[in-house]
């Protein structure tokens, strides 16, 4: 063995480790993306709740709130791909419940997953009218 056996070792170690920090980097990136978008639609979806549970709203309008919230929060555009409604006959315990569901496809950005929904619930009581 001579002294020259390892040359041009560093750059193939620095090219390999690189590489795997870039894709570590990415995927995190990846989970914040997909976390923050559920977080927005977890507030959005129970923010129409409450708005849609007021004594002088129907649950009709909570859905409408929710929507908009998203597209305050993440831009028109994926907005637009999220469908939030507002689900019929809830009651706790006796008491009427106004439930807004929001349902969309997460923006995936680096990862070769496909198409990933999610599905989320907002709950209020409803004031009596």
Partial sequence: ?????????????????????????????????VLHVRNVMVSAAAEGARFGAAADREPGD?????RSAIEDALGATI?????CAAVPGGDLD??????IRCTGPMPIVFLPTGQVTITVHGHALEESR
């Fill in 62 to 66: 909570g859905a409408e709130r929710a």
């Fill in 1 to 33: 063995m001579s002294a020259h056996d390892d040359e041009g070792a560093a750059v193939v170690d620095f090219v390999l480790v690189s590489v795997l920090v870039v894709v570590l980097f990415l995927i995190v990136f990846q989970v914040g993306i």
């Fill in 79 to 83: 907005a637009r791909s999220m469908d």
């Fill in 94 to 99: 006796g008491a009427p419940v106004v439930d």
